[in-house]
């Protein structure tokens, strides 16, 4: 089935939302944030994403990308299928909240697998919890697996006295 809202599937795991393009994976982003979608739905890239302007700061107004998940009740339950392809030239910056990664939290079910991720800038943290990891701020259950990143900086801008900062996982 063809998608109204990304470039194919209707989100199932027979036949998961099709991401083909940087504003599909914007988009992705924000149905989930917003409950246009369910964040247990199944994801499938189906190209690899090389744009650069996948930057979300904080500080700015422009904000083209957003995490996946709000780091409190909103986590990704879902499959997300990186096929093999490459997301490339993707930035969070200046981002404080309690869990910083492309997704803040990961839970029991959530799936990400066949990921590679380049050139990827991830900073941000909070003066009372820092989980900041490339793919996932936290993990409070789930898997990942065959994923790869490369070429990539994740750091914390603030101390606590017990930051959790790390290349996946925060």
Sequence with gaps: GRSTILS??????ADPFIIETADDLKNFA?????ITISSGVSVKLSDDIPESGLDWNLQTVFQPFQPIGDGGDLVFT???DGNGKTIKNLSITGD???YV??????????KIENLTLDNLTISGGSTSSNDIGGLVGHMFGGTISGCTIKNSSISCLTTTSNPSVGGFVG
Excluded: D, K
Aim: hydrophobic share 25%; charged share 5%.
């Design 78 to 80: 879902g499959t997300f």
């Design 101 to 110: 990664g492309i997704f803040r939290s990961l839970t029991t079910n959530g």
């Design 30 to 34: 924000q149905y989930v944030n917003n």
């Design 96 to 98: 404080n909240g309690a």
């Design 8 to 13: 194919g599937g209707s989100g199932t795991a």
